[in-house]
């Protein structure tokens, strides 16, 4: 369902941008419950709103997440993983006499075992999926695979370092922080890891005196800037003036 509101078009197109970061699941989910047609509506609503305002693209984006927001809220869905839920009533808040009387001796030991269960079924997730990735897998990676939040499944995963199934191995960056160590199975054959900084140099150093070319004509073809091309050729392993020399004698 899509209505033209003519001048106001851009602003509700903006708005319905905002679907592309539902899950299909929550779609199907407001389909069945008869609300998908008033969530729609609600941004149709928003961008003719967003643009008698005169918000930008950026500002209209903000104020439908915001209304969004408070579509989910009033319709009893909660935000939990980067995504939103319904809150069922529970069987205790019907019947709270009946969960006193037979209930109360196994609450505890129930919620225990559903956490642990859970635990070590995302365990068990991470495992397998650094099974098939034999050349490693970021925290990163693991967080967009799992679309767990960072804190939860750096949880797991310190939990699965500590018991030696799996292993970390830190990376050489280039510039700026280094980047992430890479995670591996326990057991599993790790590849050399080649540093992105010797790589980067090792061709800079192969063009300017192998090929003969100058820092500007690298600087153009690799896109480096002229400190990092200096860097390179001054840090070959053999002197500059020593190297200039012995190509020179080759020739």
Not at 131 to 159: F, I, N
Request: hydrophobic share 35%; proline share 2%; glycine share 4%.
């Amino acid at each position: 369902m899509y209505y033209e509101l003519g001048a106001a078009d851009t602003h509700v197109k903006w708005c319905f941008s905002r679907l592309r970061f539902m899950s299909s699941i929550l779609k199907d989910k407001l389909k069945r419950d008869n609300i998908w047609e008033d969530f729609l509506q609600e941004l149709h609503v928003s961008g003719y709103l967003a643009w008698q305002q005169e918000m930008s693209m950026e500002e209209t984006r903000r104020y439908a997440q915001r209304q969004i927001h408070a579509f989910f809220r009033e319709y009893g869905y909660r935000r939990y993983r980067n995504s939103y839920i319904k809150l069922e009533q529970c069987f205790s808040a019907v019947f709270a006499d009946w969960q006193e009387r037979n209930l109360s001796e196994m609450e505890s030991s129930v919620e225990v075992w559903l956490d642990s269960a859970g635990d070590n079924h995302l365990k068990e997730h991470i495992l397998n999926i650094l099974k098939r990735k034999p050349e490693g897998m970021t925290r990163a990676e693991l967080t967009s695979y799992l679309e767990v939040s960072v804190k939860e499944l750096q949880g797991h995963l310190d939990s699965l370092l500590k018991d030696q199934r799996i292993v970390q191995v830190e990376r050489e960056g280039y510039g700026g922080f280094p980047p992430t160590p890479l995670l591996f199975i326990a057991g599993a054959r790790i590849p050399e890891q080649k540093s992105v900084r010797t790589e980067i140099f090792a061709e800079i150093r192969r063009l300017y005196f192998e090929e003969r070319k100058t820092t500007k004509q690298i600087a153009l073809e690799r896109h480096h800037s002229l400190r990092t091309i200096g860097k390179a050729i001054h840090a070959s392993a053999v002197p500059l003036a020593d190297q200039r020399e012995r190509e020179l004698v080759k020739v």
